[in-house]
């Protein structure tokens, strides 16, 4: 059941991810970008991560797709503003890098399955592992120091954000 | 198969993929979206080592040392998010172009 579920996601997560890069619109970008956070947030549950998954839809999927959203209905793109696109032998040689980007990994890791026979049988997690009181307990004891740099992270964003989008910088 | 290796495997396709967007798009919106595209690869790597080898290799936070990153990852997204559409919506206010190479107002 699991392999099915996984399947049926990460060929949704590829598609979508094809169609955020491929579109010409923004807009379909966006949409396509929704479908993608949730195949995602879908992979993460089967991983045994449900409140990272939940906040993937919530952060991922409400916030920041709203923010771009909004975005894309203010700026009202003409046609003829949407930025020319480079010819078709660049998109090429881009494709060829990237892909060149995915073989590193995909190489070594293949070569790591097939020399170890995968990568060993799944480890007996705790009750309860990703759950929100794991996570939270992590945050508030080991990683306390990151957790609350990452408000000062934040508050600069907001500063950030509002002094740039004011008429006159 | 619903394994380590293939997560990994759809981690770096979905990298690649967001790689492509940024490097062969001319749309500051689009190649944001790419960005997000190859943080949430990485994620998706961080979770997978989680699930496999987090309890075995970090049992003082049970494991949860890659998901607690994740969620790291996830501010520093949403940040970077907020303050590229600033950005951009500064610049299309002047140039009305969201194509990055008219922004050459550095350029002496």
Redesign the interface.
């Known amino acids: 059941m699991?392999?099915l579920?996984?399947?049926a996601a990460?060929i949704v997560?590829?598609l979508s991810?094809?169609a955020?890069?491929t579109?010409k619109n923004?807009i379909y970008?966006?949409v396509s970008?929704i479908l993608?956070?949730g195949g995602?947030a879908v992979?993460?549950l089967?991983?045994?991560?449900p409140?990272?998954a939940g906040?993937?839809l919530i952060?991922?999927g409400g916030?920041?797709l709203v923010?771009?959203l909004f975005?894309?209905m203010?700026?009202n793109?003409r046609e003829e503003?949407?930025?020319?696109?480079?010819g078709g032998r660049?998109?090429a040689f881009?494709?060829v890098?990237?892909?060149a980007?995915?073989l590193?990994?995909?190489v070594p890791?293949?070569a790591?399955?097939t020399a170890r026979d995968?990568?060993?049988p799944?480890?007996?997690?705790?009750d309860g592992?990703?759950s929100v009181d794991?996570?939270g307990?992590?945050?508030f004891t080991?990683?306390a120091l990151?957790f609350e740099v990452?408000s000062v992270?934040?508050l600069?964003?907001?500063v950030?954000?509002?002094m740039?989008?004011k008429k006159h910088? | 198969m619903f394994t380590l290796t293939n997560c990994l495997v759809l981690s770096a396709l979905i990298f690649a993929v967001g790689a492509y967007g940024v490097i062969a798009r001319r749309n500051i919106l689009i190649m944001l979206m790419s960005v997000e595209l190859m943080l949430n690869a990485v994620n998706l790597s961080f979770i997978a080592f989680a699930r496999y080898y987090g309890s075995a290799l970090a049992p003082a936070s049970s494991g949860t040392t890659g998901q607690v990153f994740v969620l790291m990852t996830m501010v520093v997204a949403a940040a970077e998010v907020a303050v590229g559409l600033a950005i951009l919506i500064a610049l299309f206010r002047g140039r009305h172009s969201v194509d990055p190479g008219d922004l050459d107002l550095l350029k002496g």
């Open positions: 699991d392999d579920i996984f399947t990460s997560c590829f991810a094809l955020v890069v579109r923004p970008s966006a970008l993608f956070f995602l992979i993460f089967l991983l045994r991560a409140f990272v906040m993937q952060v991922y916030a920041i923010l771009f975005v894309i203010l700026l793109l503003e949407l930025g020319k696109e480079k660049f998109k881009a494709a890098a990237a892909g980007l995915a590193l990994v995909i890791v293949m790591a399955e995968g990568f060993g799944l480890a007996s997690l705790p592992f990703g794991h996570l307990l992590a945050l080991q990683f990151p990452t992270l934040l600069a964003a907001i950030g954000s509002v740039l989008s910088v």
